[in-house]
């Protein structure tokens, strides 16, 4: 099956990846994807405040998310390698991958010597960052998506748009669709249930053929060597156990301290994520399977790093790495139910992805530097973060960052860009009293070609974005200030 | 008490109407109000966009001009959400500890208009009055940066004549988001489509919010449509009496 990508944001030519707005525009005009996102959007929004709710301790959860987290974040170093030296302890082996590419060839690498043709796997977004199943296909080995959301998308030869329920764009009617044409299924209704068991009947049969299984990692203890993978259908508890070698792909930031974190975290992440009090499967491991002869005899945990040490480096930024995958950020955006994941051209969408991908692949590229841009800063995010990211102020430190690489870096282009050109003009009006009430004077007499009736119906140049939709108010008469020194005799009373 | 109005460059150059209400609103309370000419713009515009390094020296100049005072009162939660939440990362960004800890000592002291008038000075009731159909948009940064609450809806509460209806999904962005209504227009307008929607359901003849930048592009898109329905900012309401009426 040929998977069809088109250059997202951690393709090898990430470069050529387009803008927010650019992507933006064509989700915007799908008038199916904006019914079913809007839809599933505010029913799990709705869902979510109530099984919040219910938590009379949730703000002190949060707070020790947050704190916990940051506690990582800052002794990152430290707890990799007691979790690697208990993974090891419990019969484990660690894996250290630099980027991508090290991490598709260590897995490989291990399949292959399985003899293994085909592996199943279970959704891991890690492995959707560094394009493990093309990677894959390249050396022959075909990997099975065995979530159901994931199927649908690898079947549809698309890409996840959401962090939690990859498949979010497509409704029923698609996926019944979808399934007719690849599984072959006969007399298929859109009924869930029955969706379900077609996927079902075609996943049992790769389960248990498969000799590889690989997973992601919600967390891993370091104290324990303890991996855990929280999800919905127990297709990952089939992935993690049934065949004999297991391998899981883990980004370094997803290791905690110690078992009792669980605490924390188990009761922040269904709630925030699927709105559940719990969630229907929860597997943990430690190593491998000795006495029983239940699961995997071989395990292989890979730590990747893949831009997250550079992350580590911008003390606001690094936030970002406390994000333990909810997608509550997601749910509660006003841009994303609308644009949707495709738009963020990233295995990360939503306002998290908006932050946290153009850290991870490195400020300079036209498309993630676009993403810090794609939110109207309401901060719905930051107020439902489980581990209380401030998302929209790294999304303002990030446009800081932006800014200045093109200010800085850009040479004469960056220099005469036409809207670093008009800030800096704006910066120097707004720096000085006199300048400032000349050009409110200015600007009123200036716009008369344009304003009818105290409106102004069309902007030229870049402005024209406003008055596609929207009049803009024309400058009245006088300003508040000229009223005010008319109004209290001398021009200078009341100045500071 | 004398309150320093901080007007915002944004309402002294296109709203001027919402400047002339907040001193007739403040006055009316018997506040002594002030207004210094040398204040411009806080700098938000630039901050927000990534011009952080240019927004610096605004940054100085607002806390310059209002450091004298007890309490700075502005017409827009977005304008005090920046100096209240973002001058401290701008402090930062300067790397300038004298300017951190003037804005750490002048933040407290500078409010939204319903803020000061419901949780400074705990009024409600300012004597307005105003026979209309009104429905209150709550704007994000009044809402979720500054926590004002319910205070504009208890003020609104309290105007003789009123007939406040219920905006649905009212705590939903409104799609402004300052230079987000150019730099993703398409974006920026699905989200005003909604808005406008919940708007018009409520049958008001009046959207009301604490802020005129959310008002000017939620107006703006009401008059393209020629809806009949006029934005007005909260301190109008609450400068309108019976005998202006």
């Known amino acids: ?496 | 008490m004398r309150v320093a109005l901080f007007i915002t460059c944004f309402n002294d150059t296109f709203f001027p109407e919402t400047g002339r209400a907040t001193v007739e609103v403040l006055e009316r309370l018997g506040h002594e109000v002030e207004f210094p000419l040398a204040q411009t713009c806080c700098g938000q515009m630039h901050f927000n966009t990534g011009y952080q390094r240019e927004a610096i020296p605004l940054v100085r100049r607002f806390v310059e001009v209002f450091a004298p005072y007890e309490a700075v009162v502005a017409p827009s939660g977005s304008c005090v959400g920046m100096v209240r939440e973002l001058y401290p990362m701008a402090a930062e960004l300067a790397n300038d500890k004298r300017l951190l800890y003037e804005v750490e000592e002048l933040a407290p002291k500078v409010f939204e208009l319903s803020e000061f008038l419901v949780k400074r000075m705990g009024v409600t009731d300012v004597g307005a009055y105003y026979p209309h159909h009104v429905t209150y948009h709550p704007t994000c940064h009044s809402l979720r940066m500054l926590k004002v609450g319910d205070a504009p809806l208890e003020l609104l509460r309290a105007v003789r004549g009123i007939d406040l209806v219920e905006l649905r999904e009212a705590r939903e962005c409104c799609g402004f988001g300052g230079t987000f209504a150019v730099k993703n227009a398409d974006t920026s307008t699905a989200m005003l489509s909604d808005k406008l929607r919940h708007v018009l359901d409520t049958e008001a003849e009046v959207c009301t919010a604490g802020d005129n930048s959310c008002l000017m592009h939620i107006g703006g898109g009401l008059k393209r449509q020629r809806a009949g329905v006029r934005t007005v900012h909260l301190a109008e309401i609450l400068a309108s009496t019976e005998e202006a009426n």
Request: positive net charge; contains cysteine.
């Open chain 1, 1 to 496: 099956m040929t998977l069809q990508r088109s250059p997202d944001a951690f393709s090898a030519d990430a470069g050529k990846t387009p803008t927010f707005e650019q992507s933006a525009k064509v989700s915007l005009a799908d008038t199916q994807l904006r019914r079913n996102l809007g839809k599933a959007t505010q029913t799990i929004r709705a869902k979510r405040a109530a099984a919040v709710e219910e938590m009379p301790d949730w703000e002190r959860l949060r707070e020790a998310g947050r704190a916990l987290k940051e506690r990582v974040t800052r002794h990152l170093d430290e707890y990799l390698l007691r979790l690697e030296e208990s993974v090891t302890r419990a019969g484990g082996h660690v894996h250290w991958a630099r980027d991508a590419e090290e991490s598709n060839r260590i897995i490989a690498g291990i399949a292959k010597a399985h003899d293994a043709e085909e592996v199943v796997k279970v959704k891991s977004i890690a492995t959707d960052e560094t394009k493990l199943n093309e990677y894959l296909e390249g050396e022959g080995i075909t990997a099975h998506e065995t979530d159901l959301a994931e199927l649908i998308i690898q079947l549809a030869g698309e890409t996840s748009s959401h962090i939690l329920v990859p498949a979010i764009h497509k409704n029923r009617a698609e996926i019944r669709e979808l399934f007719k044409e690849k599984l072959g299924a006969r007399g298929l209704s859109d009924d869930p249930s029955d969706l379900t068991n077609a996927a079902r009947l075609y996943l049992r049969e790769k389960f248990l053929k498969a000799k590889v299984g690989i997973s992601g990692a919600n967390f891993a203890v370091a104290e324990t060597g303890t991996v855990c993978v929280v999800e919905s259908e127990g297709n990952g508890r089939m992935c993690t156990t049934l065949p004999p070698v297991l391998v899981t792909l883990m980004g370094i930031e997803k290791v905690i301290p110690a078992w009792r974190d669980y605490e924390v975290f188990m009761q922040l992440l269904p709630r925030s994520s699927t709105a559940e009090r719990m969630n229907p499967y929860t597997s943990f491991w430690t190593g491998v399977s000795r006495e029983s002869g239940d699961g995997p005899n071989e395990f292989h945990l890979v730590l990747l790093d893949n831009g997250r040490t550079g992350v580590l480096a911008d003390e606001r930024g690094r936030q970002a790495l406390s994000c333990i995958r909810c997608s509550a950020c997601l749910n509660v955006c006003p841009v994303y139910e609308r644009t949707g994941g495709h738009a963020y051209n990233s295995v990360y969408p939503g306002p998290i992805g908006a932050i946290l991908t153009p850290q991870l692949v490195g400020i300079g590229k036209p498309g993630p530097d676009s993403l810090p841009y794609a939110s109207s800063l309401c901060g719905a995010c930051y107020e439902v973060c489980p581990v209380k990211i401030n998302i929209p102020e790294v999304l303002i430190h990030l446009r800081g960052r932006v800014t200045r690489h093109k200010q800085d870096g850009g040479g004469l282009k960056g220099r005469l860009d036409p809207e670093n050109a008009a800030m800096k003009t704006m910066a120097r009006v707004f720096s000085d009293r006199k300048l400032y009430e000349g050009a409110q004077k200015a600007a009123r007499v200036g716009q008369w070609p344009l304003a009818r009736d105290g409106a102004i119906g069309r902007l030229p140049g870049r402005l024209a974005g406003w008055t596609e939709s929207r009049d803009l108010k024309a400058i009245p008469k006088q300003t508040f200030r000229e009223w005010w020194k008319a109004r209290n005799g001398s021009p200078e009373n009341g100045s500071a």
